[in-house]
């Protein structure tokens, strides 16, 4: 062989091996993309899932119950401060011997729907001999027909 057959024969492995590493490294950087974009869509998935969760937790009715006095009388305001609507709601005062609730007042419940950033007056007679703290339950019905109940301490 002469000297020019060596060089091309040189050339050529040289070139195979520059391929071969080259080969390499492409199946290394192709899977650890094909990693990657296994992780991107494990974070989509649960990225929707926390959005639908948070979308569905906004369209929820959020109580808040306070006793007040406006003028001469007293009242139990429920607020609704969420975005959703609650049905069927109910007022019960627990463990209250003498309730401050007038007749009319109880015939207001349950009321069919009380809607997103609304409330209702409950009048109460309120006098020196009445407890300073009330706990109230409001049960109510959502959107999906769920029942939920939750407790409140009322202070005057």
């Avoid at 002469?2 to 080969?23: E, G, K, Q, W």
């Avoid at 906004?58 to 808040?64: A, E, I, L, S």
């Avoid at 975005?83 to 627990?94: H, I, P, W």
Wanted: net charge negative; glycine share 4%.
């Amino acid at each position: 062989m002469t000297l020019v057959d060596y060089l091309t024969l040189s050339i050529s492995l040289l070139s195979v091996i520059v391929a071969a590493i080259s080969l390499i490294r492409t199946r290394a950087l192709a899977a650890e993309q094909l990693e990657l974009e296994r992780v991107t869509a494990e974070l989509s998935a649960k990225q929707i899932e926390l959005i639908e969760r948070e979308d569905q937790q906004r369209k929820r009715p959020d109580f808040h119950v306070d006793l007040t006095k406006l003028g001469n009388d007293h009242y139990f305001l429920v607020a609704n401060r969420g975005d959703g609507s609650a049905f069927d709601l109910n007022f019960e005062l627990v463990d209250c011997a003498n309730s401050p609730l007038f007749a009319d007042s109880v015939r207001m419940f349950p009321h069919s729907e009380l809607k997103a950033q609304s409330r209702i007056k409950v009048p109460a007679a309120i006098h020196l001999g009445s407890p300073s703290t009330y706990n109230v339950r409001l049960t109510w019905k959502e959107r999906d027909g769920v029942d939920k109940s939750e407790d409140f301490s009322v202070y005057l």
